[in-house]
Each structure stands twice: as structure tokens, then as C-alpha cells.
């Protein structure tokens, strides 16, 4: 049984940081590609950030140089550290991750950029 809990979203102002945490349980983070995506409302959900197994990351360019991704293994852990947020990273972010043919998602955590 999988499952991906995302937290550590909140309001915070133009400028300011948050950093997300998803927490797994069921799939080793260490032997997987981990995403967080993002969905304002009334838009798509999108990629944001992603690490393989070998610690490579990429990022959307809306969010490079601002946010980044890591991996904590001993706890299974995954983190989005976000700086210098603005208005329009404005989203509930996601946890992404799959594991033998299936797709598993967190169940958001909200954030608000907003003065």
C-alpha cells in the first residue's frame, strides 16, 4: 500500500520562503523518480520539480534558481524548498511518484502567495 502525504504549505508573502515535505510510505524514494507538481485554479496541473534515483534534478523554468528538490533517505522523504515566491506560484503542490506500473499521488498541500 502506497501513499504520499505532502506538507508544510501555508500564506506567506511575495518574497518569503516555504519548504514542502512528502513523506512516503509503501515505495523507497531512493529507487524512484519523485515530482512535485502544481495546480492553480482554473489551470492545469504542472511539472515543477523532479530527482532520480541518482539525485538529478530539473525544474521547470517558471522555478529555476528559486525552488529546490531533494531527498532525505532515512526518512523516505522528499522536499521542495521554494524562495523568493511570488503571487503567481500561487497552488496546491503535489507529490508524484510510480512504482511498478501505477501512479501514485499525494493529496496536496496548499500554498498561498499573497501581500
Known amino acids: 500500500q502506497v501513499q504520499l502525504v505532502e506538507s508544510g504549505g501555508g500564506l506567506v508573502q511575495p518574497g518569503g520562503s516555504l519548504r514542502l515535505s512528502c513523506a512516503a510510505s509503501?515505495?523507497?524514494?531512493?529507487?524512484?523518480?519523485v515530482y512535485w507538481y502544481r495546480q492553480a485554479p482554473g489551470k492545469q496541473r504542472e511539472f515543477v520539480a523532479g530527482?532520480?534515483?541518482?539525485?538529478?534534478?530539473s525544474y521547470a523554468d517558471s522555478v529555476k534558481g528559486r525552488f529546490t528538490i531533494s531527498r532525505d533517505n532515512a526518512k523516505n522523504t522528499v522536499y521542495l524548498q521554494m524562495n523568493s515566491l511570488k503571487p503567481e506560484d500561487t497552488a496546491v503542490y503535489y507529490c508524484?511518484?510510480?512504482?511498478?506500473?501505477?501512479?501514485?499521488w499525494g493529496q496536496g498541500t496548499q500554498v498561498t502567495v499573497s501581500s
Open positions: 508524484h511518484a510510480n512504482r511498478r506500473g501505477n501512479a501514485y
Open positions: 509503501g515505495i523507497i524514494f531512493s529507487i524512484n523518480t
Open positions: 530527482i532520480t534515483s541518482m539525485s538529478i534534478t
